[in-house]
């Protein structure tokens, strides 16, 4: 994987699980979204669209199968969030803010398998 790509990768998956466990511990306390989760989502959100201008820039050209799968996933990942924030703040229970978290789980999931893709299906020499 390209060094920027790797970069933008790892710090997907480390704001995605470090979301998830500060929203889970939000749940735990029946706490309902609030301002700074909706920031905490913003910055997943801006590395996500990093990642995915990157791989706009690199990926058109490379050789190999496998990059509508690649792009589908990248913007699945980046739909999920604002997604699950909009339905998180809808719902006054203290599950609102579980869905979010939940979401930043899938998104870490969404993310390696990205990763994968990327690794095994497209040949990108940068």
Not at 32 to 39: F, L, S, W
Request: proline share 2%; hydrophobic share 65%; net charge neutral.
């Amino acid at each position: 994987m390209n060094g920027v790509i790797e970069w933008l990768y790892l710090s997907a998956q480390a704001a995605a699980l470090a979301l998830a466990v500060w929203f889970f511990a939000d749940t735990a306390r029946s706490r309902r979204v609030g301002i700074a989760n909706v920031v905490g989502v913003g910055v997943l959100e801006a590395v996500l669209l990093a990642q995915l201008i990157a791989a706009l820039v690199l990926v058109p050209g490379a050789g190999g199968e496998g990059k509508a799968l690649f792009f589908s996933y990248l913007v699945t990942a980046l739909l999920v969030p604002v997604a699950a924030l909009f339905w998180g703040s809808i719902d006054r229970s203290r599950w609102g803010i579980g869905t979010v978290a939940a979401s930043c789980l899938v998104v870490a999931a969404l993310m390696l398998r990205v990763h994968q893709i990327w690794e095994f299906r497209i040949d990108v020499v940068a």
